[in-house]
T-cell receptor
Framework: GESVGLHLPTLSVQEGDNSIINCAYSNSASDYFIWYKQESGKGPQFIIDIRSNMDKRQGQRVTVLLNKTVKHLSLQIAATQPGDSAVYFCAENQAGTALIFGKGTTLSVSS | DTAVSQTPKYLVTQMGNDKSIKCEQNLGHDTMYWYKQDSKKFLKIMFSYNNKELIINETVPNRFSPKSPDKAHLNLHINSLELGDSAVYFC???????????FGNGTRLTVT
């Protein structure tokens, strides 16, 4: 399943599918990007980050892709599990400023 | 051993009251933040402190006053509470401005 375009507020996938959550960032001078996961009643939790000198970074079951040309960031989750259900936020940071968060995407995983 | 802890978790109060939210981090980080999350889940930076000094102060009403007694604590005091202040407030900390933020679990403020 994939959220396409600038932003889709919700994404529903089946357990075991790969999920792709997309994000468009606003500031071409941003040089650090982070994906966060927020579960109900909790604070945002760090998933993975990437700096502007890279275009891809992999973690455990997650991959972040950065396309600076079109100011686009994506989070890929492999073999999505029910525990992945949460709100996902991308965030950008320009040196010397605070993290600016994008609108969240709610991922729902059905088994 | 909670890394970033904030109290209280829930705060229900009436318009016009003054309230405080406390935040402590045991990560040894130099920078602390307050973010506000509205009903649409949008997270917005309010303040940032580095080693007890105010670094970022977004366009927040001056009814909101952060206080950092030491670099492990950043408290938020709100005067004359208004209905529009109802939100979830998150404290966070980071080692530096370009490293990941660690968030607390939020304080849900409801103003009636």
């Amino acid at each position: 399943g994939e959220s396409v375009g600038l932003h889709l507020p919700t994404l529903s996938v089946q357990e075991g599918d790969n999920s792709i959550i997309n994000c468009a960032y606003s500031n071409s001078a941003s040089d650090y990007f982070i994906w966060y996961k927020q579960e109900s009643g909790k604070g945002p939790q760090f998933i993975i980050d990437i700096r502007s000198n890279m275009d891809k970074r992999q973690g455990q079951r997650v991959t972040v892709l950065l396309n600076k040309t079109v100011k686009h960031l994506s989070l890929q989750i492999a073999a999505t599990q029910p525990g992945d259900s949460a709100v996902y936020f991308c965030a950008e940071n320009q040196a010397g400023t605070a993290l600016i968060f994008g609108k969240g995407t709610t991922l729902s995983v059905s088994s | 051993d909670t890394a970033v802890s904030q109290t209280p978790k829930y705060l229900v109060t009436q318009m016009g009251n003054d309230k405080s939210i406390k935040c402590e981090q045991n990560l040894g980080h130099d920078t602390m933040y307050w973010y506000k999350q509205d009903s649409k889940k949008f997270l917005k930076i309010m303040f940032s402190y580095n080693n007890k000094e105010l670094i970022i102060n977004e366009t927040v009403p001056n009814r909101f006053s952060p206080k950092s007694p030491d670099k492990a604590h950043l408290n938020l005091h709100i005067n004359s509470l208004e209905l529009g202040d109802s939100a979830v407030y998150f404290c966070a900390s980071s080692q530096s401005a370009d490293s990941p933020l660690h968030f607390g679990n939020g304080t849900r403020l409801t103003v009636t």
